[in-house]
């Protein structure tokens, strides 16, 4: 199989988007239309000639543990080079410590090509990626003068622990130990568990970003203070110097990633210093999170579009069987046909989910006055759980069904289609389950600002609806309209119901929104058509019927699950579920 980055399709988006409004600000006057256009034609050529590659042979081989170092599969080492020697893990750093400091909105694009073309690979960057913007805001002056080079030039590589055996999503219940030194360091102790890129052979140094409690920290989340703990100890030149007291126990089997090394962490009085305040460390910690929030509902739009792809190449040369429309291969079947198109539709809803987050998040720091920043900020952090978790519910299911078309050849690992369901898999559970997503929108995100955001949301969604009316496409108006009045009346519901009630319905809430939004997208991506060629408008303007015509109807069903409160789910007992 072979990945073709879709960079015309990206930039479309992009500019549908309003993505061009970043270069009329300070901040980001050199993103411009044509610098976008740049940057992704490159970044294009290496997710399809260097990166992909690597994605079969790094889940057959493996990373794997050798006397205590972190050896990556062939090629990986080489692979991650090329990333970091092109600029591309610093894209969206501050030139100050080296960075091209282009917009986040550009680096989710780039990272959607990385993860489609190798996930295990691509998450090496993004967790750097999320590291500098934590130190970047919340670092000591020193801190940020000697690491953020590093980081940003990909020498370095950063991680972030948090979970322990006991303290998965309550990070509230680590148990992990910070002393004070006597020459204003710490000494960190404990075990962390489930931490990506721990530890590899690809950089100098490996950076931990570890939460863990002062001696006189309070009890829960309020008591975590943020350490910044190196892998080797820099000199006073700052390379690598002696190691720090911390190391590798074992590597995770997992379900799929195999090439990303997920590592059993244990720190034994290892030398780290303070990011941020004391009992502070959670919040700190948020900055890397959220950022990588997006990046994980980027990774699960990387995963559809490759899925996607490969499912339409198989469909496109299996001869099997007569063909609704005669013609001699499998995607002649109108239920292949189905098929393709809800996974296309589905994965550029999902995109254009994330793309919209990304720039919203760019104007909450760009923008010309504080209150559009604030209002920015406002959106992008709504938007932030709906992308991440409707995107990688997303990669999963367009993954799946790519095995479907497959047939009983995608069900066998010799296609390769496998791997993508098992890969994707996890992004639905790390950085915060998508459970954990739907809780964060509808009891903080929603109601922090009585939902005027999300009303603004929908306001938007509605007058696409007006602007397909006035186009004559009145199917697409007429759904869309109603979806749009449905997710109104769920929201006021939301608003208005027990904190039980809502969080029953949280998860039907958010895949409401995220399917009205995607009517919004595409109806207004049909209206902007006209001006492309003909073949991309019809394309265009057929997945906007299809939205409205097969999955807006969805938007109904969802409500009434939404509105169902939570006496059904907790009349449940243990006994009875596990029958």
Request: with cysteine.
């Amino acid at each position: 199989m072979t990945y073709q980055a879709p960079v015309a399709q990206m930039l479309r988006l992009a500019r549908q988007l309003g993505h061009d409004r970043l270069a009329e600000t300070e901040r980001f006057a050199e993103a411009t239309a044509e610098t976008r256009a740049a940057v992704l034609a490159e970044a294009a050529k290496l997710a399809e000639t260097v990166i992909a590659p690597l994605n079969r042979p790094g889940d057959l081989h493996g990373a794997r543990l050798e006397n205590g170092v972190v050896r990556l599969p062939p090629g990986f080492v080489e692979g991650y080079r090329a990333m970091a020697e092109g600029g591309w893990v610093g894209l969206s750093a501050d030139a100050e410590h080296g960075g091209m400091g282009l917009p986040h909105s550009v680096g989710v694009m780039v990272g959607e090509m990385m993860a489609s073309g190798c996930l295990s690979l691509s998450l090496c960057p993004l967790l750097s990626q999320g590291q500098i913007e934590a130190l970047q805001r919340h670092g000591a002056p020193w801190m940020k003068a000697l690491y953020l080079p590093k980081l940003t030039s990909g020498d370095w590589s950063g991680t972030m622990n948090l979970t322990e055996p006991q303290a998965g999503t309550d990070v509230g219940a680590l148990r992990s130990k910070a002393v004070p030194a006597e020459d204003g360091t710490y000494r960190i102790t404990g075990e962390k568990i489930w931490i990506s890129w721990g530890d590899h052979d690809a950089v100098e140094n490996v950076v931990h970003l570890v939460l863990a409690r002062l001696p006189d920290a309070p009890a829960g989340s309020r008591g975590i203070s943020l350490f910044l703990v190196p892998k080797f100890l820099p000199d006073a030149e700052g390379r690598p110097g002696v190691a720090n007291q911390l190391k590798v126990v074992s590597l995770e089997h997992k379900m799929g990633l195999h090439a990303s090394p997920t590592c059993v962490m244990a720190f034994e009085g290892a030398i780290g210093w303070l990011v941020g305040e004391e009992h502070r460390g959670l919040a700190c910690m948020f900055t890397m999170m959220n950022h990588a929030r997006l990046g994980v509902g980027v990774e699960g739009v990387g995963v559809a579009e490759a899925a996607l792809q490969a499912a339409v190449a198989w469909a496109t040369a299996r001869v099997q069987g007569r063909t609704d429309d005669g013609s001699p291969t499998i995607i002649g079947h109108a239920d292949v046909r189905r098929m393709l198109a809800e996974m296309a539709a589905e994965t550029r809803v999902a995109r254009a989910l994330c793309y919209d987050c990304a720039v919203s998040l760019d104007l909450a720091h760009a923008a010309d006055t504080a209150e559009e920043r604030a209002a920015e900020e406002r959106r992008g952090a709504l938007l932030t759980p709906i992308a991440k978790a409707f995107a990688t519910d997303t990669g999963i299911a367009v993954a799946n069904t790519s095995i479907q078309v497959h047939g009983g050849m995608g069900y066998c690992e010799e296609a390769g289609v496998a791997q993508y369901l098992r890969d994707a898999r996890i992004t639905a559970i790390y950085e915060g389950t998508n459970g954990v997503q739907a809780a964060d929108l509808v009891g903080r995100k929603l109601t922090g600002d009585g939902g005027a955001t999300m009303q603004a949301l929908l306001a938007a969604a509605g007058r696409t609806a007006e602007a397909a009316a006035t186009a004559g496409r009145q199917a697409e108006a007429v759904a869309l309209a109603a979806a749009v009045s449905k997710a109104e009346g769920v929201t006021r519901w939301m608003l208005e119901a027990e904190a039980r009630d809502r969080a029953a319905g949280a998860t039907p809430y958010l895949r409401l929104i995220a399917m009205t939004l995607g009517g919004h997208y595409l109806v207004q991506a049909a209206l902007e058509s006209a001006g492309e060629g003909e073949a991309a408008a019809e394309e265009t303007a057929a997945l906007a019927r299809l939205w409205c015509a097969r999955r807006l109807p969805e938007v109904h069903a969802l409500a009434q699950a939404v509105c169902a409160g939570s006496a059904d789910l907790f009349a449940l007992t243990p006994e009875t579920l596990a029958g």
